[in-house]
């Protein structure tokens, strides 16, 4: 399979733990992108890298969270100090950006991260 | 806030059209229109975009009113595999991070 994968699929912590969760986009996207989805809603973009930079991100990702994408492949995000409202489904996705621009996202499956 | 504006829920009879309405009477000259979906417990799935033109691909149709003020997406055989959570999105061509802001969707129920 050569779509985006992402690990954990399902994640429980107690609050006030550290969670981290990976991204593998396919291979020869340069854009990643992570989105939060909580029950009932659409998903909520959260930042976006091209390549190893980290482009935009959204009011939503509070300083408790970071992510990092350090040799423009994989992608990880940290949720340090989780509280209950980080309870929700955190989506990946990917895309190539250029000459060759590929205006659709990829989604992976995501991680459901529960906050007890 | 999402720019789109997409009736909560609708169902089909299978075998049947699906045509799912959006309303983006705001939209900017150099916006897509796009179409993803989301199968329950599942990441979105890219469907169809357009600017302009009416488009179509293996999936569906994409049918955008000639002041763009409104698009309809047809599954024009709808299967039972087809009931998901449907998103009607614009994105501004201008807006290079093409990030997504999706709305509450049309859930879509096809029925037997």
């Known amino acids: 399979d050569t779509g985006v994968s992402q690990d954990p699929r399902h994640k429980i912590t107690k609050r006030g733990q550290n969670v981290t969760f990976r991204c593998d986009p396919i291979?020869?996207?340069?854009?990643l992108y992570w989105y939060r989805q909580t029950l009932g809603q659409g998903p909520e973009f959260l930042t976006y890298f091209q390549n190893e930079a980290q482009l935009e991100k959204s009011r939503l990702l509070s300083d408790r969270f970071s992510a990092e994408r350090p040799k423009g492949s994989f992608s990880t995000l940290e949720i340090q100090r989780t509280e209950q409202g980080d309870s929700a489904m955190y989506l990946c996705?990917?895309?190539?950006?250029?000459?060759?621009?590929?205006?659709?996202?990829?989604f992976g499956p995501g991680t459901r991260l529960t906050v007890t | 806030d999402a720019k789109t504006t997409q009736p909560t829920s609708m169902d089909c009879a299978e075998g049947r059209a699906a045509n799912l309405p959006c309303n983006h009477s705001?939209?900017?000259?150099?916006?897509?229109v796009y179409w993803y979906r989301q199968i329950h417990s599942q990441g979105p799935q890219y469907i169809i975009h357009g600017l302009k033109n009416n488009e179509t691909n293996e999936m569906a149709s994409l049918i955008i009113t000639e002041d763009r003020k409104s698009s309809t997406l047809i599954l024009p055989h709808a299967t039972l595999r087809d009931t998901a959570v449907y998103y009607c999105?614009?994105?501004?061509?201008?807006?290079?991070?093409?990030?997504?802001?999706f709305g509450s969707g049309t859930r879509l129920l096809v029925r037997p």
């Open positions: 291979s020869e996207h340069n854009r």
């Open positions: 996705a990917s895309s190539l950006w250029g000459h060759q621009t590929s205006y659709e996202q990829y």
């Open positions: 999105i614009v994105s501004a061509l201008g807006d290079s991070s093409y990030k997504l802001i």
């Open positions: 705001t939209i900017s000259g150099n916006e897509y």
